[in-house]
C-alpha cells in the first residue's frame, strides 16, 4: 500500500497553497511598495521594468549602466530605493519589455504576473491534456497553485515563464513534425541561453538541422530588430558588460544555496570555481549522455520529461524560479506511469514528491551547504529513465 494516495495528495497540494500564498499575502500585504521583509515588490521585476523603460525610450547606453537604470527606477518608479541592479539580459528582452516599461510599475507588475500565471497555467493544461490518465483536469489548478517552483517565479517578477512557453512550444511541435514551429520558439530561448544548452546538445546529437536552422534565423532575426531599434552600438555595451561577469559573479549570484544546477551543487560544496567548472562540467556530460541514451529507448513525452530535467541539471546559472520548467514533466511522468500496464517503481511518487518540494530547500541548503536539488533530480531521471512500463496490468 503506498502512504501516497490520491486524497493525501490533494490534501498536501491544498496545504501548500494555503501555507504558500497565505504568507505572500501577508508578506505583500503591506501599505507602499516594501513588502514585510523589506524587499520591493516583485523583487527582480524593478530589473526589468528598468530595462524595458530604456528600451521604450531607445536608450541603448541605460540598458547597460546599472548606475543610470538605478536612477531611472528612483526617479519614475513606485518610489522607493532601487534594488541592486545586474544588467546582464540581451537586447532582445528588454525591447520585449518596452510595452511594460511605458506603464507604471504597479500596473505592469499586474499585468506580468497574470501574463506568467496565464502561460503557466497553458503551458501545464497541454501537458495534461495528454495524459488521460490524470482524468478530468479539475485538480490541475490545485497542483498548479501549489507547486513552489511557480510560487518562486511570481514572487521574484521572473521571466522564466517564457522559456517554459518556449519549451512547451517545441515539445508539441516536435511532437507534430513541425520544425518552423519549434526552431522559432529554440531561437526565442536565447534570451536566457543557459536554459537552452541541453536542448541544443539534443538537437545537434539527433540532427536536427531544420530546427536549428530556424532557431539561427530566429537568433539572427532578433539581432536585426535590435540593431534598428537601439543602434550598432548596443552590441558593443553588452559584450562589455558581458566581459565584466567573472568580477561581479558574487553581485550576480549573491545567495548560491538558491542555484538547483550542478554548478551550484559543486559551488555550494565551497569547491574552488575552477574545480566546480570542471565538476559541473563532467556531471552534466554524464546526464547528458543518460538523457540521450534513454531517449532512443522511451516514449518522446517520456524523453521530453528527461529533457527538461537535464535543461535544470546542467544550465549552470539556474535558481528556485527556474524550476517552473519542471511542471510539464511531472505531469508527463505522472500521467505515462498511471497509465502503464506495469506497476510503475517503487520509488518514483517519493522522488517526484521530493523534487516537487524543491524550491522550497534552498534555506536548508545554506545551513548544510549541501544543494538537495542536483542529487533529487538526477535520482529522479535514473528512476524515470529505468522505468519498464509494459508487462502486465498493476494489482489494485
Same mark, same amino acid.
Given at each position: ?72 527606477? =528612483? $526617479? ?12 546582464? #539580459?540581451? +537586447? @532582445? %528582452?528588454?525591447? *520585449? !519589455? ?77 511532437? =507534430? $513534425? ?12 536565447? #534570451?536566457? +541561453? @543557459? %536554459?537552452?544548452? *541541453? !536542448? ?197
Amino acid at each position: 500500500m503506498t502512504l501516497l494516495t490520491h486524497r493525501r495528495a490533494r490534501m498536501h497540494a491544498a496545504a501548500l497553497v494555503v501555507g504558500l500564498w497565505g504568507v505572500t499575502l501577508v508578506n505583500f500585504a503591506t501599505p507602499g511598495w516594501r513588502t514585510l521583509n523589506g524587499h520591493v515588490k516583485g523583487e527582480d521585476w524593478a530589473h526589468f521594468w528598468a530595462i524595458g523603460r530604456a528600451a521604450a525610450r531607445q536608450d541603448w547606453r541605460g540598458l547597460y549602466d546599472p548606475d543610470r537604470l538605478r536612477s531611472e527606477f =528612483e $526617479r519614475a518608479g513606485p518610489g522607493v530605493e532601487a534594488p541592486t541592479f545586474i544588467p546582464v #539580459y540581451g +537586447p @532582445q %528582452l528588454a525591447l *520585449a !519589455l518596452a510595452p511594460f516599461g511605458a506603464l507604471p510599475y504597479g500596473v505592469s507588475l499586474v499585468l506580468w504576473w497574470i501574463s506568467g500565471g496565464l502561460a503557466y497555467w497553458l503551458c501545464c493544461r497541454a501537458a495534461w491534456a495528454r495524459c488521460p490518465a490524470l482524468g478530468p483536469p479539475r485538480d490541475l489548478l490545485l497542483f498548479a497553485a501549489a507547486y513552489p517552483g511557480f510560487w518562486q517565479l511570481f514572487i521574484h517578477g521572473q521571466t522564466t515563464w517564457i522559456a517554459l512557453a518556449c519549451v512547451t512550444v517545441i515539445w508539441l511541435a516536435l511532437r =507534430e $513534425r513541425r520544425p518552423l514551429a519549434a526552431g522559432i520558439a529554440v531561437g526565442l530561448l536565447a #534570451y536566457k +541561453p @543557459q %536554459l537552452g544548452i *541541453a !536542448l541544443v546538445i539534443v538537437l545537434i546529437v539527433r540532427r536536427s538541422w531544420a530546427v536549428l536552422a530556424i532557431a539561427a534565423g530566429t537568433v539572427a532575426a532578433q539581432v536585426v530588430v535590435c540593431w534598428l531599434w537601439f543602434g550598432p552600438e548596443v552590441f558593443p555595451a553588452y559584450g562589455r558588460m558581458l566581459a565584466t561577469l567573472p568580477q561581479i559573479s558574487p553581485l550576480l549570484e549573491p545567495k548560491v544555496f538558491q542555484l538547483v544546477s550542478l554548478r551550484g551543487f559543486f559551488l555550494l560544496l565551497g569547491a574552488p570555481s575552477m574545480w566546480a567548472h570542471a565538476g559541473w562540467l563532467l556531471a552534466g556530460a554524464a546526464v547528458m549522455t543518460a538523457v540521450l541514451r534513454g531517449m532512443r529507448q522511451r516514449s518522446f513525452d517520456r524523453s521530453f520529461a528527461l529533457l527538461l530535467i537535464a535543461t535544470v541539471l546542467v544550465g549552470g546559472h539556474v535558481s528556485v524560479y527556474d524550476l517552473v520548467l519542471l511542471a510539464p514533466a511531472f505531469i508527463l511522468i505522472a500521467g505515462e506511469n498511471l497509465d502503464a500496464a506495469a506497476a510503475p517503481p517503487r520509488w518514483l511518487w517519493p522522488v517526484m514528491y521530493a523534487a516537487f518540494l524543491l524550491a522550497l530547500t534552498g534555506p536548508l541548503a545554506a545551513i548544510t551547504r549541501v544543494q538537495l536539488a542536483s542529487p533529487i533530480l538526477i535520482a529522479l531521471m535514473v528512476v524515470v529513465r529505468g522505468a519498464d512500463l509494459s508487462g502486465p496490468p498493476a494489482r489494485a
